[in-house]
T-cell receptor, first 112, second 115 residues
Framework: QQQVKQSPQSLIVQKGGISIINCAYENTAFDYFPWYQQFPGKGPALLIAIRPDVSEKKEGRFTISFNKSAKQFSLHIMDSQPGDSATYFCAAVRGGYQKVTFGTGTKLQVIP | GAVVSQHPSWVICKSGTSVKIECRSLDFQATTMFWYRQFPKQSLMLMATSNEGSKATYEQGVEKDKFLINHASLTLSTLTVTSAHPEDSSFYIC???????????FGQGTRLTVV
């Protein structure tokens, strides 16, 4: 079964707008939640990550919001740019940072 | 940041043949590497955990005799797809990290097409 659920499957945002991607997990043993950005034909690259003892983390235009009680977390991309167009995966890791369980992915398109 | 490199980036092989994919950690040693498979427009699914000097651990539903993994050194893991068939065509991605509680870095992926 899908351990990390992600929505929406695809997203179109105008340049300068806010992109929001949501994820939910089941296993409370997960203790690290990274987000990855993947361009076509490339491997995923770490974008930003959070631990469950923190409710929010911001790095530049990217912010993760984390709700431990609801087992949900989200990525906000502020001032979205065409260069942000990619597929985004939320993920969860248990016990160390190595073995990654990926969400289903969101294809983001930022239009001028 | 740490670099993980895969070779080749893409490969086309005939049905029934075997193909080997390499995953190297270029600037660090990795006792554990991971192999993922990604079908078009789908997520990455973990196939197996590659352990240096010991047998790989396969996820449920992954045929260990079909996907041979060898982790002969601290910087190299190989995935061999044996007797490949068109349904094995996919994007194969490896990851590695310098230690148990450090970030996993992903390779650029290998596109396998079986014809």
């Amino acid at each position: 079964q899908q351990q990390v659920k992600q929505s929406p499957q695809s997203l179109i945002v105008q340049k300068g707008g806010i992109s929001i991607i949501n994820c939910a997990y089941e296993n409370t043993a997960f203790d690290y939640f990274p987000w990855y950005q993947q361009f076509p034909g490339k491997g995923p690259a770490l974008l930003i990550a959070i631990r469950p003892d923190v409710s929010e983390k911001k790095e530049g235009r990217f912010t993760i919001s984390f709700n431990k009680s609801a087992k949900q977390f989200s990525l906000h991309i502020m001032d979205s740019q065409p260069g942000d167009s990619a597929t985004y995966f939320c993920a969860a890791v248990r016990g160390g940072y190595q073995k990654v369980t990926f969400g289903t992915g969101t294809k983001l398109q930022v239009i001028p | 940041g740490a670099v993980v490199s895969q070779h080749p980036s893409w490969v086309i092989c005939k049905s029934g043949t075997s193909v080997k994919i390499e995953c190297r950690s270029l600037d660090f040693q990795a006792t554990t590497m991971f192999w993922y498979r990604q079908f078009p427009k789908q997520s990455l699914m973990l196939m197996a955990t590659s352990n240096e000097g010991s047998k790989a651990t396969y996820e449920q539903g992954v045929e260990k005799d079909k996907f041979l993994i060898n982790h002969a050194s601290l910087t190299l893991s190989t995935l061999t797809v044996t007797s490949a068939h068109p349904e094995d065509s996919s994007f194969y991605i490896c990851s590695a990290s310098p230690g148990a509680n450090t970030e996993a870095f992903f390779g650029q992926g290998t596109r396998l097409t079986v014809v």
